[in-house]
Structure formats: C-alpha cells, structure tokens
C-alpha cells in the first residue's frame, strides 16, 4: 500500500538526516494520500542509519495504524491535526535543529531580516503561545498541533509554510514530504542568519514590506520569474 509515498517519506526523513537537522532518532517527516485519506509517517525512535520505505507506518486521520510493523512517529498525532486543519498541504517535517530550535526556547519568531528568508517566508517565522498546564495533561501531541493551528489563524500556509513550537522546535509543510524537508533546511539557515544579524546589529529591524514581496513573489507569485519555466 502507498509504496511510492513510503519511498519519498523515507527519502524525506533521510534528507532531513542528511542535513544534519535531525540527529540519533530525532525528528520525523511525513505525507498524506488525500484521495486515501491516509498519512505515511517515519516509525517512533528508529535510527537514520539504515531506515528504509518498509519501515514507514501508514496510518489514518484518526492514528489508527493501517500498515505497519513499528510504531508510528511519537509526533503522529500533530501531524494529522495539521493535515485535518491545513487542507492545503501535503507534507510535515519536525526537527530539534539548532538555531530554529533555539530561537523556539527563546519563544521569539524569528524576523525576516533579508531577502533569503523573504525568498522562502513572506513574513516572520511566527511561533506558538505556550502550552497551558491543562493542555499539558491532555492529548499533548494534538494540542501542540491545535497550538500550530490558533497560530497560524489568518496565515496563508503557503506564503509561511512553517512555524516554531515554543519551548520545542520547528515543524515545516509543503505540497509534499519533500518540500516540507526543504523548509525545515530553510527554517535552520534563516534561524542561523538571524542569530547572527543581531549579534551584528542589536538593533536590526526588519526588511521593508515591499522588498519583502518583491523576493517572495518573484518565487512565489502568479507572475513568479524564478528559475527555469515549465
């Protein structure tokens, strides 16, 4: 079942691996089947070194494990609440990265202070309010999602296709588990350059709106320029 789909989760995760962003069993990418209703996700604490498509867990919108021999993803529950609530996307990525989940700790967005992160967010990373004791002794995985979720309110998920969990770290999207890996590697460069910038300038503000977009449509737009035309 979904073995193309395994194939490019496992690639994900292994991308994200390759990146240096997630390290020993930490993080996880996944994607959804929308006509199936069903999300392939990395199993729950297994090595990088050796990970494989069979060893992807399939699982419904609900968590019921469809396909499988291991364990989904301890992080499943949140991605599906985004895939229920973000119909758009179709891929998640979650990663403990350094700088992105540094400035998560700090509980800081993290602001668009160039044209690099322009090119990728149009806006600020934001970042989550930060879980209330009782959403701490529910269903924690769903109510970080639901934090995602009140977060992203009013934000297109394709012109800000990520976000930081207080206190936690990043999660990223896209149209596919590929794209969403790409936006983690995103995610950790801008963080980085973002760090700097202030260890620099203390008093660095962020760019105009308008060279903002201009970076970000010419990407992005209806009428985006970038690249090679199809």
Not at 87 to 103: P, Q
Not at 121 to 127: A, C, E, I, Q, S
Request: with cysteine; glycine share 10%; hydrophobic share 40%.
């Amino acid at each position: 079942m979904l073995e193309e789909l395994k194939a490019q989760v496992c690639a994900a995760n292994l991308a994200l691996h390759a990146a240096g962003l997630a390290i020993l069993t930490w993080g996880n990418a996944s994607s959804i089947d929308r006509d199936e209703g069903f999300v392939v996700i990395k199993p729950s604490g297994v090595p990088y070194e050796g990970l494989c498509p069979e060893q992807m867990v399939v699982v419904d919108l609900d968590g019921n494990v469809v396909e499988g021999n291991l364990r989904a993803s301890s992080d499943a529950l949140t991605h599906l609440v985004l895939y229920r609530e973000l119909e758009s996307i179709g891929g998640v990525a979650h990663t403990h990265s350094i700088y992105a989940s540094s400035w998560a700790q700090a509980c800081r967005s993290i602001p668009c202070y160039g044209t690099t992160h322009a090119d990728h967010f149009r806006g600020p990373v934001p970042v989550t309010e930060q879980l209330t004791p009782t959403a701490l002794e529910g269903d924690y995985e769903v109510e970080i999602g639901e934090a995602i979720v009140r977060a992203m309110q009013g934000i297109d998920p394709g012109e800000i296709p990520g976000i930081l969990v207080a206190s936690h770290g990043p999660f990223t999207w896209g149209e596919s588990a590929e794209q969403a890996a790409q936006h983690s590697i995103i995610v950790e460069q801008i963080a980085r350059m973002a760090a700097l910038t202030e260890g620099l300038a203390p008093t660095a503000g962020p760019i105009s709106g308008q060279l903002r977009d201009k970076h970000f449509l010419r990407k992005h737009g209806a009428e985006a320029y970038y690249g090679q035309m199809q």
